[in-house]
Every structure is written in C-alpha cells, then in structure tokens.
C-alpha cells in the first residue's frame, strides 16, 4: 500500500506518544499532549478531497482550544514587524512618486506580491523581514501577468469595484499604498475583505480600524470568522459578493490556493510568492519567485 496523507498524521503521533513515554519534564510532555491531540484533530481532514484552509483552519481553532495562548504570539509579531512594514512601504511610496503611473503600479504589485512571501512562523521562510524598495527590485518573478492586469483596470477605470482579500498584517502597509493608487489614480472603488477574527497572521478589522485603514477602503466586507480563506460554506454571502465585483485581487499562497479550487467567475488578479512546493507545481515556478497572476471572467463551480 501507498502512502496515504493519514498514514503521515499517524507516523508522527505514534512518535509523539513516545516521546511522551520518554521525558519526565512536566511542562515538556504537556506540550507533547498537545501536539499529540493536535495531529489526531488533523488526521481527521486528511484526505484527496479536503481543502487546504478548510484543514488550515480546524487545526488552528483546535490549538487555540488546546493552548489558547497562541493567539498572543500573533499579536506580539504584529508588535514587532508591523512597524517595520510601515517604515518601508513609507520608502516605497516615495520610490515610486519617481516612476511613471504604469511603471508604478506595476512595481506596487510586485511589492504586494513579495510582502506575502513574510510567512510569521513558518517552518520554510522567503523572506524574514517586510521587504524594502531594493527586495522588490532584486526580486525574482516567476508568472508576470501585471502588463494584463494593468490594461484591465484601465478598461474598469472609473467605474469598477474590487474586492481585496487581505493577507497578513505585515503586509498591509504594502496593499494599502496600492489601494490608494486604484482609488486615486484609476478612480477604482475597493472593498476589503477581512476576517472578524484572527487566523493566525492574517488581518483583521480590529486592524484596519486600530491603523486608521478603515477610511482607505469604500467599504469593509467582513468575514465573521477566524478561517483561513472564504470558504463558501462558511460564509456564502461574502462568496457571493465577490461572484458580482468587476475584480477581486487576492493575497497570500493560501488564498490562491483556495480560489484555484474554488473558482469564481469574476476576473482575478493573484499576488503572490511561491513560498512552498505546491505554489510552485502548481503555477510551474520556481519556490521563492514572486508572481502576478491574472484570470480572465471563467466559469464558476
């Protein structure tokens, strides 16, 4: 018999009994319990047809039942990269004040795209700090779709709504001064798309607001969850909103993951670093490349 993705979650908590078996330290086999309750929790949305954030995403609400504290290490890594990300997209605005008005764009999608590669707490990294003018310059880019992107927004100019699935919050300093551009140069109207509640690193309305982002979006289509992406069944109203935008522009590997197995029949524009295999097979790039991938009006399921 092959290899199964349960035959993996097993594997790894038969070891995890055993090291339990193994150390006398308290507090060390209190984290080995939960580690252990936590792969049993995920062998159960181990399979060919689970979703990637569905799995994401009960994993991380049964560790917030198993070590509730893990929320407080998101809020400390906000604390820490988020002025940082600040400070350099503050750098990039004033780069591109250089640029003509397509080359900058262009260059405000590719910095959009390169700030997802900050995967907080990630056991494979691209990047380990909000990136710099410089980091988008250097930056290798796998799929180039932004001369395609551009001339459709032009062709929505002025009377186009976009829905902006948010990523993480060290990248939100990198989504804002493109949505200042949609809005101010093309007359783009841009609704954000975020979570109610936290999922790992990813924005919140509790972040717009404490930022005073609020008022850089014509509207806040909030998802009353702690998901990892939209996930239909969850919240079908927003799932919908998104099926009537004239654009929806999506962060992050997850995100695109998730809209590429559950597609929409508006146009999409997906910013993104190849940070991981499947990224890469499944665009056919290298890992670590930045790519603006833009899709045309398609079917939807």
Known sequence: MKVRPSCI?????????????????????????????????????????IEVAELLTVSYRRIKQLAPRVKDIYEEAKRVYLPLALSRAERISEYIGKLEDGEALKFLLKAAALASA??????????LEPPSEMDVINAKTGVDDSEKAIKFLHEIKGEG??????????????????????RDSLGLRVVAVVNSERFEDHVTLAD?????????????????SDAASVIRREV???????????????KRGIHVLHFMNNT?????????????????STFKVNIGTVNIVFTGKQESE
């Open 9 to 49: 979650a097993c594997a790894i908590l038969r070891r995890a009994v055993e090291l339990e078996a193994l150390i006398d330290n308290t507090h060390n086999r209190e984290r080995l319990s939960i580690l252990r309750e936590l792969v049993d929790a995920v062998n159960l949305y181990s399979g060919p047809d």
């Open 118 to 127: 900050l995967r907080i707490f990630h056991p494979t990294l691209v990047i």
């Open 161 to 182: 709504t976009i829905y902006y699935v948010l990523g993480g919050i060290a990248e939100l300093p990198y989504d804002i001064i493109l949505v200042r551009r949609l």
């Open 208 to 224: 717009l607001e404490e930022q005073g982002y609020v008022d850089e979006f014509d509207y806040i289509e909030v998802v009353h």
């Open 236 to 250: 079908p109203s927003v799932y919908q909103s998104l099926q009537d935008a004239q654009l929806v522009i999506v």
């Open 264 to 280: 929409i029949k508006t146009p999409m524009l997906m910013l993104f670093t190849a940070y991981c295999n499947v990224l890469a």
